[in-house]
């Protein structure tokens, strides 16, 4: 069974940059597609990046530029750089799995695909 832990959230300032990191359990980890979400308090739970197993990636237009998602298949885990981070940006982050691999394009990836959730960490902006 995969099981999916996030760190890294923290209070930062807006224009700051942080690293989220995701570290997963699972024999077949490489095979994996994994994403990042966000929900903030009142919205839901909405897509922010992905990358498949074949390394390609896939982001929300509203990160677009600003966030990179990336793995290390050695240590079975998936980062979230995220920089000149903004007020909006504030939200509960969670990393998600799919164990099946299911796409080689993350872009064909949506929220239904992903079956594992990690419990979240919390970033916080300051204006």
């Known amino acids: 069974q995969v099981q999916l832990v996030e760190s890294g959230g923290g209070l930062v300032q807006a224009g700051d940059s942080l690293r989220l990191s995701c570290a997963a359990s699972?024999?077949?980890?490489?095979?994996?597609?994994m994403g990042w979400f966000r929900q903030a308090p009142g919205k839901e739970r909405e897509f922010v990046a992905a990358?498949?197993?074949?390394?390609?990636?896939y982001y929300a237009d509203s990160v677009k530029g600003r966030f990179t998602i990336s793995r290390d298949n050695a240590k079975k885990m998936v980062y979230l750089q995220m920089s000149s981070l903004k007020p909006e940006d504030a939200a509960v982050y969670y990393c998600a799995a799919d164990s099946l691999g299911k796409y080689y394009h993350a872009s064909s990836y949506r929220r239904s695909d992903f079956g594992t959730w990690g419990q979240g960490t919390q970033v916080t902006i300051s204006s």
């Open positions: 990358i498949s197993r074949s390394e390609s990636t």
């Open positions: 699972g024999r077949t980890f490489s095979t994996y597609g």
